[in-house]
């Protein structure tokens, strides 16, 4: 049935939730004459803060861009060092990089996949010369990190916490939605986060001064242009536009809809790899109340390497069904490798589970005939590779 279902189209990894909303909304914003400013990013950036819970947010072009004004406006930079996973998104380092800091790349929790408080020191002895004035950490692939452990390391030593919230939007960790904890946090709203307007991010935060410099640093308008400040600090064009932000708006009012249909196909995939001989659900933290994934990730048996995990990904595509590698370890890439002395062996766990991970296609829009027929391909393709069938979610 589930090869019936399928009928030949591809299935991607991710696809945006649009419909008549998001259309009608770009429709009216196309026949005003304010493109590039206007009333709408602030009224997106209202509604999230509101929706969060928080004193400002600040939309901005990228994920990347959000990570590094947040360093530039906290005084980050040449220097300085700053905490994060190596099993992350690029963009944590990315940023890192371009502050003029330098990136401490630490280890992660091997049942969470998010950054773990007590490896830190480890990290730090790698890096004797350090001067760490941040710690930047992920909620990985929707799971929160330990954030009561990593609030009270970064205020007994005075660092600047920022969670990276990009693909955890709607998870809940003691009571709190993700976004809660750092005291900056960023969030992603490119494919294939749940809430997507083509490419933003958005950064929020209480502090008042620090989101005044953000909106500085994020770009001025003309009255600005004799202004001294923004001589002396210039900033950049990383603003959104209105069509950006219509699309946000509309994606934050049907959030609670995305989600659940993302829960439903959650609840397929897990109906189909139950069935399989040494899958253990998706595991949950201590702590945590609810989890979004970004991804539907399989974490593959021991008898898996990064070549065999590799293999599979395209065996399936052979299936025109879309997979990938989760994480490619930050600490392994050529540019942390030349630049920062990383080699394969510093993160173990990190290398274990990245070699082991692969992604799934996830997204609102799958049918649960098409989830039978991506379980069936992924198992064929564990056979066809010759390494055994996956040991947990």
């Not at 005291?183 to 958005?202: I, R």
């Not at 900033?235 to 989600?259: C, F, K, V």
């Amino acid at each position: 049935m589930a090869d019936q279902a399928y009928a030949g189209s591809a299935i991607t990894l991710s696809s945006a939730d649009y419909g008549e909303a998001e259309a009608a909304a770009l429709a009216m914003v196309l026949q005003r004459n304010a493109q590039s400013t206007g009333p709408l990013v602030p009224a997106f950036e209202q509604a999230f803060a509101s929706w969060l819970g928080r004193k400002h947010a600040i939309a901005v072009s990228s994920s990347t861009i959000a990570c590094l004004l947040v360093l530039r406006a906290a005084g980050v930079g040449s220097g300085d060092s700053v905490i994060a996973p190596s099993y992350s998104w690029r963009h944590l380092a990315h940023a890192i990089h371009w502050s003029g800091a330098q990136p401490v790349l630490s280890e992660i929790d091997y049942w969470s996949q998010t950054l773990a408080a007590d490896k830190i020191e480890a990290a730090l002895q790698r890096a004797p010369q350090a001067r760490v004035k941040a710690l930047l950490v992920n909620n990985t692939n929707g799971h929160p990190a330990d954030w009561q452990a990593l609030r009270t390391l970064a205020r007994a030593q005075q660092w600047l916490l920022i969670e990276d919230a990009s693909e955890s939007i709607g998870s809940r960790y003691q009571g709190q939605l993700t976004g809660s904890f750092g005291d900056a946090a960023v969030f992603d709203f490119s494919q294939p986060s749940a809430l997507c307007c083509g490419k933003a991010a958005m950064i929020v935060t209480d502090d008042d001064t620090l989101a005044l410099k953000l909106r500085h640093y994020r770009q001025h308008g003309h009255d600005d242009q004799a202004s001294l400040s923004a001589s002396l600090r210039p900033p950049l064009d990383a603003g959104i536009s209105e069509l950006t932000a219509a699309l946000g708006l509309i994606q934050l009012q049907r959030l609670p809809e995305i989600l659940a249909k993302r829960k439903l196909v959650e609840a397929w995939y897990q109906a189909q790899i139950s069935s399989f001989e040494g899958i253990k659900p998706p595991y949950i933290a201590p702590g945590v109340d609810e989890v979004h994934w970004t991804l539907y990730c399989v974490h593959l048996g021991t008898r898996f390497s990064a070549s065999s995990r590799d293999a599979m990904v395209e065996d399936m595509s052979t299936e025109l069904v879309e997979a990938a590698a989760y994480c490619r370890p930050l600490h392994l890439q050529r540019a942390y490798v030349e630049h920062y002395g990383m080699r394969k062996g510093h993160l173990l766990v990190t290398e274990k589970v990245a070699d082991r991970a692969i992604a799934l296609p996830f997204h609102g829009g799958l049918t649960e005939d098409q989830i039978a027929f991506i379980v069936k391909t992924a198992k064929d393709a564990s056979i066809n590779v010759g390494a055994g069938a996956a040991i947990y979610l």
